[in-house]
C-alpha cells in the first residue's frame, strides 16, 4: 500500500532534550516536505526536499533541523525542543512536479513541557 | 507573499443541509487552487482547479474557481454526519519550496 509513515504518534517530552520524528515513504517519491499544524494559524511549512542530499527551509524552519540521505526517508530533527515547537506534524511527499498528488503522513502530536 | 483566507473558521449544520465554503486568495503567480478535507488524521485531496468557470464535482462536494475575483468555493449538497471535518484550501504558485500555501481551514460539524 502507497503510504507516508511517521513516527511516533505522539510524543510528550521535556525542554532541551532532543528528538527525532521519522517519516518514510515508499513511493519513490523524489519530494518530501514536513509541515506544522497549530489552531488558528493553519498549515505551515518548516523544511522540504527535492531530491536525496538537497533540502531547503520552508516557512518557519527556526529550531529544526532535517537530512535527506536516502530517497525514503527524511526524519526532522529538534535538538533542543521548547514549548513553542508543541504542534501536529506532518510529513509529505509527491513525485516531482505533481504538486497537487501530495501524501500526507497521519502526524505526529508533539508537547514540550 | 501569498495569501490565502477562508471563511467561515467554524460552520455548524443540520444534516441534510447545503454549505458553501469559501476561499479568497492573492497571489503574483497564480497557477492552482487545491481543496482538502482534514479528518482527524492527514488532509486528503479533493480538488485542483486551474480554469476559471469550470466546475469540479465529486459526489455532493463540487467546487469552481473564480480567477477574476481572486476566490473558489466549495459546496457540499445533502450533508451528512461524515462530511464533519477541516476543509483546507491552498494556493500552488509554483515558486521556491513547493510554493503550497494553505489557509487556516473551516471546521465544519454537520448534527445529526
Known amino acids: 500500500e502507497a503510504q507516508v509513515t511517521q513516527n511516533p504518534r505522539y510524543l510528550i517530552t521535556v525542554t532541551g532534550k532532543k528528538l527525532t520524528v521519522t517519516c518514510s515513504q515508499n513511493?519513490?517519491?523524489?519530494?518530501m516536505s514536513w509541515y506544522r499544524q497549530d489552531p488558528g494559524l493553519g498549515l505551515r511549512q518548516i523544511y522540504y526536499?527535492?531530491?536525496?542530499?538537497?533540502?531547503d527551509k520552508g516557512d518557519v524552519p527556526e529550531g529544526y533541523k532535517v537530512s535527506r540521505k536516502e530517497k525514503r526517508n527524511f526524519p526532522l530533527i529538534l535538538e533542543s525542543p521548547s514549548p513553542n515547537q508543541t504542534s501536529l506534524y506532518f510529513c509529505?511527499?509527491?513525485?516531482?512536479?505533481?504538486?497537487?498528488?501530495?501524501?500526507f503522513g497521519s502526524g505526529t502530536q508533539l508537547s514540550v513541557l | 507573499e501569498d495569501k490565502v483566507v477562508q471563511s467561515p473558521l467554524s460552520l455548524v449544520v443540520h444534516e441534510g443541509d447545503t454549505v458553501t465554503l469559501n476561499c479568497s486568495y492573492e497571489v503574483t503567480n497564480f497557477r492552482s487552487l487545491l481543496w482538502y478535507k482534514q479528518e482527524k488524521k492527514a488532509p486528503t485531496f479533493l480538488f485542483m482547479l486551474?480554469?476559471?468557470?469550470i466546475e469540479k464535482k465529486s459526489g455532493r462536494l463540487s467546487s469552481i474557481l473564480d480567477k477574476k475575483e481572486l476566490f473558489s468555493i466549495l459546496n457540499i449538497t445533502a450533508t451528512q454526519t461524515g462530511d464533519s471535518a477541516v476543509y483546507l484550501c491552498a494556493l500552488y504558485s509554483g515558486g521556491g519550496a513547493d510554493g503550497l500555501t494553505f489557509g487556516k481551514g473551516t471546521h465544519l460539524i454537520i448534527q445529526p
Open positions: 509529505a511527499s509527491r513525485n516531482r512536479g505533481r504538486y497537487e498528488k501530495l501524501f
Open positions: 486551474t480554469s476559471s468557470g
Open positions: 513511493m519513490n517519491h523524489e519530494y
Open positions: 526536499s527535492m531530491n536525496v542530499e538537497v533540502t
